[in-house]
């Protein structure tokens, strides 16, 4: 079919308008169809009616343009992507209902747009807090496939998105609530919308950039967009006007005018209220200036109040009260001991520190402090010395901040304070020489005594008056040991125990010629000199106990082992002996010899756990809180058998007749 003279006329006048630079030629020959391609569900522009027909608005504008160019139009309308798809295999001469963007413009040639379109984003009602692209990160969005909001979500950051072939499924699994949140052009959008009963459930978040409806052609295929630009602009405007009226409906007109009687009484009314809110606002702000002045004048009253007693309580103090700038100059003082100043005040307004005769260093640490104060924003302290009027004296000066420029600096005289500080440290120094003193003439005396005892012994023949003059003399010395290491610490309060130990397990292997370990752990063992005495003498008392008794059948070897544990601030001293151990029954609280007695007196004095525990050898522990009323745990002195020892560590169970080498039964009086 050829085109009417009346179209091939306006389609040579678009092909002049477009190619100013062609030649003059004749008349182009119209093609006898084109193939259109769009999307197939996009209300009211297209969209099939229930028989599966084409309908909307582009339907009736490409019939209309078939008749006003005489070329027939086959119009194809299927799932945007394929539409794209078609287009892009060469299948169509032209797609309709898309938007220009720079991927496609690479490809095709675009006509004048024809209609605007909102491109919002729409979220379920039950989500908030979206409303920015941004927002939408973590969010899957729902999206037609090949749309051109897909490429505009890409750029903003968006990248979970969902495609779906068209709207009408983008709005299906919406209304599933398969996704929370969905692009789509807003006049589809709202068809599907309210077609499946969910327009109430969603909202729109924010809107993306818009864009506008275009016709496109091949990239070059100039004459053909001619052909379609110049059929449309041969479509009567009325007729353009008719089918948007069709599809897109238009007010009743009593409606319309209830409409409009109803918009200007709402305007009338809001009007009146505005009045009358004016009126009430004007009330209100009388009230409420009235008010702030009241509450204003009290607020002067109360600063006034409050300098009052700022300057009494300045004037009550005996300190001096600077103001100066970082430079260092002297703003304002307030003091009630003029006495206290390097100079007359009228000497020393507006002048700078560097300027008064105040020694270099005193300066200098004025300017270091000021520059810390205000760079920190913290309070800083100093000390120095001064001569003022009334001499030397000693000061201790604080440097707020004061806004961002100035200080406070509060001086206070210590002279007497440090004076009296020197005394303390004097007297404090004469006693710990002293207590130094007395501790080594203790430590010598009972040397002394350890020596007499010694010498004693000499005149004895008897093995068992030896045997007790040696124990006697062990005593002795632990009792010593604590002195001779208080001396030499310095620290007249509290020893190390495990030093101790360790000393007094040398002592007794030096004399004894037995084998004696002392083992430390889990250290420091601080503890006082009151807990101190008779953790040494149980621990002598067990360790000579170990060495008489602790010697293995047909051995001649000894082998005794102290060791000191602190586990959580509770001391556990377990000595053990390489002996046959205690005999079976063994009980700690009424059994043993007299060594074992002067053990469980130690024990009470330091509030401690005496335990025999099973295992190779005899082994006895001692468990307490140095320090405190408090036992580790019971209320007494216990046998393995009546629970574990105190320091928590569960102990093999006995493998024959074994106990304590503290004491036994059987054994003779130490």
């Known amino acids: ?31 006898e169809r084109i193939v259109v391609v769009s999307d197939d569900k996009y209300p009211p522009y297209i969209f099939r009616d229930p028989d599966g027909a084409l309908q909307g608005i582009l339907a009736d504008q490409w019939r209309a343009w078939e008749a006003a160019t005489g070329v027939r139009v086959e119009l194809r309308a299927m799932d945007w992507n394929e539409a794209l798809a078609a287009m892009q295999r060469g299948e169509a001469d032209v797609i309709d209902t898309t938007f220009r963007t720079l991927e496609r413009e690479a490809s095709w040639d675009f006509s004048k747009p024809y209609a605007d379109i909102e491109v919002p984003i729409f979220v379920h009602r039950d989500v908030s807090g979206i409303a ?26 968006v990248r979970d998105l969902v495609e779906y072939p068209s709207y009408e ?17 807003f006049p589809p959008a709202l068809h599907f919308l309210y077609k499946a009963g969910a327009y109430d459930e969603w909202r729109i978040a924010f809107r993306l950039e818009g864009g506008s409806f275009h016709r496109a052609v091949a990239k070059g295929e100039r004459e053909l967009l001619a052909l379609v630009e110049s059929g449309f602009a041969a479509i009567p405007r009325s007729a353009l006007d008719d089918i948007d009226r069709a599809w897109l409906g238009q007010p009743l007109p009593a409606l319309e005018q209830a409409r409009r009687l109803r918009v200007l009484a709402l305007i009338a009314t809001a009007l ?55 430079d260092g100059r002297y703003l304002d003082y307030r003091t009630s001991s003029p006495e206290l100043l390097a100079l007359p005040p009228e000497a020393m307004i507006g002048r700078l520190i560097s300027d008064m005769p105040f020694p270099p260093a005193v300066a200098s640490l004025y300017l270091e402090a000021i520059a810390k104060a205000l760079d920190s924003r913290k309070l800083v302290a100093i000390e120095y010395e001064l001569a003022v009027l009334t001499g030397p004296r000693r000061f201790e000066g604080r440097l707020v901040p004061v806004g961002t420029d100035r200080v406070l600096f509060v001086a206070r005289d210590i ?13 404090l120094a004469e006693k710990e020489v002293l207590l130094r003193e007395i501790h080594h003439r203790v430590k010598n005396n009972l040397q002394v005594v350890s020596s007499l005892v010694a010498l004693q012994r000499d005149s004895i023949h008897d093995p068992r008056d030896l045997e007790l003059m040696a124990e006697t003399e062990h005593r002795i010395k632990a009792m ?11 620290n007249f309060s509290s020893l190390d125990a495990g030093e101790y130990v360790s000393a007094i397990a040398d002592d007794l292997a030096e004399a004894s010629g037995a084998r004696i370990e002392a083992v430390l752990e889990g250290g420091p063992f601080p503890i006082m000199l009151d807990d101190a005495v008779p953790l040494g003498l149980a621990t002598n008392e067990l360790v000579t106990n170990a060495v008489k008794y602790g010697r293995a059948p047909g051995s001649g070897v000894q082998s005794v082992q102290a060791t000191l544990t602190n586990s959580g601030g509770c001391y556990t001293l377990l000595v053990t002996d390489s002996g046959p151990g205690l005999p079976d029954g063994f009980d700690p609280r009424r059994d043993g010899n007299m060594g074992f007695t002067l053990v469980r007196a130690l024990a009470s004095q330091l ?36 629970g574990p020892p105190a320091s928590g560590v569960q102990q093999p169970q006995p493998q024959g007749p074994q106990g304590s080498a503290a004491s036994r039964e059987a054994r003779p009086e130490a």
């Open 169 to 185: 499924a983008v709005v299906s699994a919406a209304a599933r609530r398969d996704i929370l949140a969905f692009c789509a052009d």
């Open 272 to 326: 009146l209220a505005l009045a009358l809110l004016l009126g009430v606002v004007a009330a209100v702000l009388r009230r409420r200036v009235a008010r702030a002045t009241e509450e204003l004048m009290g607020k002067i009253a109360e600063l006034e109040a409050s300098e009052n007693r700022n300057r009494a309580f300045i004037e009550a103090l005996p300190d001096l009260f600077f103001t100066f700038d970082r």
């Open 480 to 490: 010593a040991r604590i002195h001779e290491i208080l001396y030499r610490s310095g």
């Open 1 to 31: 079919m050829r085109a009417r003279p009346t179209a091939i006329r306006h389609l040579a006048l678009a092909l002049v308008l477009l190619s100013p630079l062609a030649e003059p030629a004749a008349e182009a020959e119209a093609p």
């Open 415 to 427: 002279t007497e304070r440090s004076r009296q500080d020197a005394r303390l440290r004097e007297s």
């Open 132 to 157: 920015k692209p941004a927002d939408l990160r973590g969010f899957r969005v729902a999206v037609k496939a090949g749309d051109a909001c897909v490429e505009q979500l890409r750029a903003l950051g």
């Open 607 to 642: 509030r401690a756990e005496l335990a025999v525990v099973p295992g190779p050898g005899a082994r006895v522990s001692l468990s307490f809180k140095p320090g405190t009323d408090e036992r580790p745990s019971g209320n007494g002195p216990k046998t393995a058998s009546e």
